[in-house]
């Protein structure tokens, strides 16, 4: 049965979040596309799928902004199955050490990064509440954001909101613990070529968001399995 999925983060043709649109696209589902500003690529993929691809303006820093698109969202869908928050930011900054680095930085990138997700899924719980066949929430989280694991002495910024997504997908988790038609869970997705300038990462964005896709099939009832994961749906230390 197709399903209804809401994507963030979603305008950069190189990127994850694109290339996740397509493989929902082609697998023949009905996606709603988040972005920000304009973006070309998706433009041209809404001709393509005129029906089953709505684009969504939405700041997820912005509560007014995520509130004013699940507003607009109710408007055109009965509900949502899946949520993939994968939209996420970084500073200027997040290479820098201590001594170099913009402390300052932080709490915007938080906002988006952390804060961001969990506005999301906020607004459109009513939406997600009525998914006929249960909604899950995936969000894309980093091995970043593993406090137990990190050897970094860069991305204070990019590792603190990640940190911060996985405590607050926890969070949630417990309270929607007792609703079998609602899960939620964070993953570090692999390592990806989704800048045009890396070309050392292992993974092809289009490739891997199928097998994202079918990963995340085997979540969606999966209340008792581990809720931070890897791409392979192994466990990742917190
Ligand atoms: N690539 C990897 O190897 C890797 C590894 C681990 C985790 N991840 C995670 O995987 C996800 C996708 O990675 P990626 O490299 O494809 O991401 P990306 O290229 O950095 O794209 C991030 C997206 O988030 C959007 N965004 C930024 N701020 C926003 C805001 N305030 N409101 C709405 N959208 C906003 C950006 O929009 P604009 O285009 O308008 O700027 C962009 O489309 C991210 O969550 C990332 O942290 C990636």
């Known amino acids: 049965m197709p399903q209804t999925v809401l994507i963030t983060g979603t305008g950069r043709p190189y990127a994850l979040g694109f290339s996740l649109v397509k493989r929902y696209l082609e697998n023949g589902d009905c996606v709603f596309a988040s972005i920000r500003r304009p973006s070309e690529a998706l433009e041209a993929l809404k001709q393509e799928y005129p029906d089953r691809l709505h684009i ?7 509560t007014e902004s995520v509130n004013a698109a699940a507003k607009e969202a109710e408007g055109l869908t009965s509900h949502l199955d899946l949520i993939i928050n994968n939209a996420t930011t970084a500073s200027a900054d997040t290479m820098k050490e201590l001594p170099d680095f913009n402390l300052d930085l932080i709490a915007p990138a938080v906002n988006v990064g952390a804060v961001g997700p969990i506005r999301v899924v906020k607004a459109f719980m009513p939406l997600l509440k009525k998914s006929p066949i249960g909604a899950l929430v995936v969000n894309i989280s980093s091995e970043a954001g593993s406090i137990g694991k ?4 860069f991305y204070l910024d990019y590792g603190t909101e990640k940190a911060a997504l ?4 926890m ?22 070529r989704t800048n045009p300038g890396n070309t050392e990462a292992p993974l092809d964005p289009y490739e891997h968001a199928e097998t994202l896709r079918k990963l995340f099939e085997t979540k969606r ?3 008792d399995g581990p809720v931070f994961i890897t791409h392979t749906g192994e466990p990742y230390p917190w």
């Open 56 to 62: 969504l303006t939405m700041d997820i820093s912005s």
């Open 166 to 169: 996985n405590m607050l997908t």
């Open 150 to 153: 990190c050897y970094r002495t």
């Open 221 to 223: 009832h999966d209340k």
């Open 171 to 192: 969070t949630v988790r417990n309270y929607i613990k007792d609703d079998p038609n609602l899960n939620i869970i964070c993953i570090h997705p692999g390592w990806i």
